[in-house]
């Protein structure tokens, strides 16, 4: 039996997460939502979740002794970060007067900013709340049966920037351009959440089930 596992630290939207991933595995998988790592060290394939303030996410992170779980699972297997899971694998967040976070790959994460305006010059709500589209920058395994600029659900205030081409995999509008998704050989990030994004969400959790870490 093949597990993954998607982390517990106690933020996020892990019920959901979890709920969605048991959806799309097939009959010789199995899903386990943990906060032990060494379930996490043992598992074939890791999804890590996050919501709220990267402040609190690093502490929890910490407090449950899952930073070398996490650094470890980014660096040996199939790999799953989705929003704040996404943005703590950069260096560091301007959130909270700035955070440092776990410095796998370079980025910074910025704050939207107040006003934000759209092309029209017309104030955009901050945090950047529903559907929008994602287009895909390059190919990978987990864009499978996925359009370019399907539509993902995001729930956020602050956003991803990084210089290196290589990373980015998925790029968003909202006010201004950003990088709404990363992916490094075994791993793929998103600032969306597929659990919450209808058929396109399931579809990549469906890919990453059945992905091997190979792009």
């Given at each position: 039996m093949h597990t993954i596992a998607v982390i517990d630290y106690g933020m996020g939207n892990l019920h959901s997460v979890t709920k969605a991933l048991e959806h799309v595995v097939d009959q010789n998988q199995q899903v386990i939502l943990t906060s032990s790592p060494e379930i996490v060290s043992e598992a074939d394939k890791v999804v890590f979740p996050g919501q709220g303030a990267a402040r609190d996410c690093m502490l929890a992170i910490d407090e449950h002794g899952l930073r070398e779980t996490v650094q470890d699972a980014a660096n040996n297997k199939p790999f799953l970060g989705i929003c704040m899971g996404m943005q703590v694998l950069v260096h560091a967040s301007e959130e909270n007067g700035g955070t440092d976070c776990l410095a796998l790959y370079p980025g910074e994460v910025r704050y939207f900013g107040d006003p934000l305006l759209d092309e029209n010059n017309e104030r955009l709500k901050v945090p950047h709340m529903g559907w929008n589209q994602?287009?895909?920058?390059?190919?990978?395994?987990?864009?499978?049966?996925i359009a370019d600029n399907s539509r993902?659900?995001?729930?956020?205030?602050?956003?991803?920037?990084?210089e290196a081409a290589d990373l980015e995999i998925g790029h968003c509008n909202y006010g201004k351009s950003f990088t709404c998704a990363i992916a490094k050989d075994n791993v793929f990030a998103m600032q969306c959440h597929p659990e919450k994004s209808a058929d396109a969400g399931l579809q990549?959790?469906?890919?990453?089930?059945q992905w091997d870490g190979e792009v």
């Amino acid at each position: 039996m093949h597990t993954i596992a998607v982390i517990d630290y106690g933020m996020g939207n892990l019920h959901s997460v979890t709920k969605a991933l048991e959806h799309v595995v097939d009959q010789n998988q199995q899903v386990i939502l943990t906060s032990s790592p060494e379930i996490v060290s043992e598992a074939d394939k890791v999804v890590f979740p996050g919501q709220g303030a990267a402040r609190d996410c690093m502490l929890a992170i910490d407090e449950h002794g899952l930073r070398e779980t996490v650094q470890d699972a980014a660096n040996n297997k199939p790999f799953l970060g989705i929003c704040m899971g996404m943005q703590v694998l950069v260096h560091a967040s301007e959130e909270n007067g700035g955070t440092d976070c776990l410095a796998l790959y370079p980025g910074e994460v910025r704050y939207f900013g107040d006003p934000l305006l759209d092309e029209n010059n017309e104030r955009l709500k901050v945090p950047h709340m529903g559907w929008n589209q994602v287009r895909q920058t390059r190919e990978h395994p987990l864009w499978h049966k996925i359009a370019d600029n399907s539509r993902f659900y995001f729930v956020h205030s602050y956003y991803l920037e990084t210089e290196a081409a290589d990373l980015e995999i998925g790029h968003c509008n909202y006010g201004k351009s950003f990088t709404c998704a990363i992916a490094k050989d075994n791993v793929f990030a998103m600032q969306c959440h597929p659990e919450k994004s209808a058929d396109a969400g399931l579809q990549l959790l469906t890919n990453f089930a059945q992905w091997d870490g190979e792009v």
